[in-house]
């Protein structure tokens, strides 16, 4: 399906405030058909990986002194992709995205969608609703019991005030009048400004657009892995940073560790902290996928950051911005679907539904990935501290409210095509092929991902 450059690409590359000559570098193509949803999930994700292909090979024409290569989005591709973490494998086993509490339950006046992937999310959702136990068929119908004897703003509310994630199943005119849906409609779709002054970058030389840059990754499942994944698929040397006293999946981790390295600092330490400045003196890029405010205890607040290390790229990722009644509350792409409308209007007068992708992350991580390398470019050209922020329900909107399907797809989807395996340490690795494409570009990640947490807290070309 060769086309037009799509509305939707148009208006993401807009927002990334790039230079809309270059859409003539995008074609499309490829079988379509495997992100179906009532939504135009398929305009969405197409979009998002167009335009950060397209930053990509921008930025390599940056660096190379050549004419921006060409970019062509093909749909099996990017479907695969928006499936990764669905469809990855270690020796043939596949895993659970979400966990039995990870789910929709029925309160008393509608529905509410809990997230419990971590230990500690399902700890406190249980102690906020006065189960006991961990697991096991008697706790999901004790929770399911405890949830049915609660309106759905209470079971919200009580969830949320004891650290724990839960979300009332609103309709979309519901959220558009509510405080923070009022918020996020005002908001662009991302936003990139100049954070303070630094000298122009000099770019060496290098055939891939993020070969020498070091990008601190400070982010968690999905949409802030999927997007430092894609730089280090483009050459950048990735160090994912987290908490010891909280453990990453595995499981996640083989789908968002390709091409990183992975390690645990505490930085409530003094050696903890030590190492971490230490690795901060020598980033490019650093990109948060915390609730805003958690880490400006640590001094990584933008100002702190950009008056410590002038030229930083600084990306900051949140489930439901920066602003509003909303701005501190954790939060993960299946609970914004639910309290966006989404998950009604994907749903039936039966039980609400969802997308058939974690599609919000992952459109979101190519935006997010897409705003970094735009940024890049635009430190070469001006110099520049640099400030980029997204926020999943800003993507969610987008989608909601901006994009219309678009005509004439073509079936034939086949995620096995765009699957390869490798050998990794947990064992034999099947996963998705990167959908980032321009002419000239990668085509995988140049390593597997490692054992989460393990690798030692220095940059790899040091």
């Known amino acids: 399906m060769d086309s037009p450059i799509s509305t939707?690409?148009?208006?993401?590359?807009a927002a990334l405030g790039a230079d809309p000559s270059l859409l003539d570098r995008v074609t499309y193509g490829g079988?379509?058909?495997?992100?179906?949803?009532?939504?135009?999930?398929?305009?969405?994700?197409?979009?998002?990986?167009?335009?950060?292909?397209?930053?990509?090979?921008?930025?390599?024409?940056?660096?190379?002194?050549?004419?921006?290569?060409?970019?062509?989005?093909?749909?099996?591709a990017v479907a695969t992709a928006?499936?990764?973490?669905?469809?990855v494998r270690v020796d043939g086993q596949a895993w659970s995205t979400f966990a039995p509490l990870s789910r929709f339950w029925r309160a008393a006046d509608g529905w509410v969608r809990t997230h419990a992937n971590y230990p500690h999310h399902q700890a406190r959702l249980l102690a906020a609703i006065g189960v006991r136990g961990d697991t096991g068929e008697d706790v999901v119908e004790a929770v399911a019991g405890a949830i049915a004897g609660r309106t759905t703003l209470e079971v919200e509310e009580t969830v949320y005030a004891a650290g724990g994630l839960a979300v009332a199943v609103r309709g979309p005119h519901e959220w558009a009048k509510s405080e923070q849906g009022i918020l996020v409609a005002e908001q662009p779709l991302l936003t990139m400004a100049r954070a303070?002054?630094?000298?122009?970058?000099?770019?060496?030389?290098?055939?891939?657009?993020?070969?020498?840059?070091?990008?601190l990754d400070l982010t968690r499942v999905l949409a802030g892995p999927v997007?430092?994944?894609?730089?280090?698929?483009?050459?950048?040397?990735?160090?994912?940073?987290?908490?010891?006293?909280?453990?990453?999946?595995?499981?996640?981790?083989?789908d968002t560790g390709m091409g990183k390295r992975?390690?645990?600092?505490?930085?409530?330490?003094?050696?903890?902290?030590?190492?971490?400045?230490?690795?901060?003196?020598?980033?490019?890029?650093?990109v948060t996928g915390y609730r805003p405010g958690a880490l400006d205890r640590f001094g990584l607040t933008p100002e702190e950051l950009a008056g410590r290390r002038p030229g930083l790229v600084i990306a900051q990722l949140s489930a439901w911005g920066r602003y509003g009644p909303w701005h501190q509350r954790r939060g993960f792409d299946s609970l914004v679907q639910a309290a966006t409308g989404i998950a009604e209007l994907e749903g039936s007068p039966d039980s609400p539904g969802a997308l058939p992708a974690q599609a919000i992350d992952?459109?979101?991580?190519?935006?997010?990935?897409?705003?970094?390398?735009?940024?890049?470019?635009?430190?070469?050209?001006?110099g520049g501290t640099r400030l980029v922020r997204l926020a999943l329900t800003q993507t969610a909107h987008w989608l909601v409210h901006d994009l219309t399907p678009a005509p004439g797809q073509a079936d034939g989807f086949d995620a096995g095509r765009r699957l390869t395996e490798t050998d990794s340490p947990m064992g034999r690795l099947r996963h998705a092929l990167p959908p980032v494409s321009y002419e000239g570009g990668p085509v995988n990640w140049a390593r597997p991902p490692g054992r989460w947490g393990t690798d030692t807290p220095v940059w790899s070309s040091a």
């Open 8 to 13: 939707a690409t148009a208006q993401a590359w």
């Open 362 to 382: 992952h459109g979101t991580g190519y935006l997010l990935a897409a705003a970094v390398l735009r940024a890049l470019t635009e430190q070469h050209r001006t």
């Open 31 to 76: 079988p379509s058909g495997g992100l179906p949803a009532r939504l135009p999930v398929m305009e969405l994700a197409r979009a998002t990986v167009a335009v950060c292909s397209l930053a990509a090979a921008e930025l390599t024409s940056v660096r190379t002194g050549r004419p921006v290569p060409r970019v062509r989005a093909d749909d099996e």
């Open 196 to 215: 303070g002054d630094a000298p122009d970058r000099l770019f060496g030389d290098g055939a891939l657009p993020c070969a020498g840059l070091r990008v």
């Open 262 to 286: 992975s390690t645990t600092l505490d930085l409530g330490n003094a050696t903890g902290r030590r190492l971490f400045e230490d690795l901060l003196d020598e980033a490019d890029v650093v």
């Open 227 to 254: 997007a430092t994944r894609t730089l280090a698929l483009l050459g950048a040397d990735v160090l994912r940073i987290d908490a010891p006293q909280l453990p990453e999946s595995q499981e996640a981790h083989n």
């Open 82 to 87: 928006f499936l990764s973490d669905r469809l």
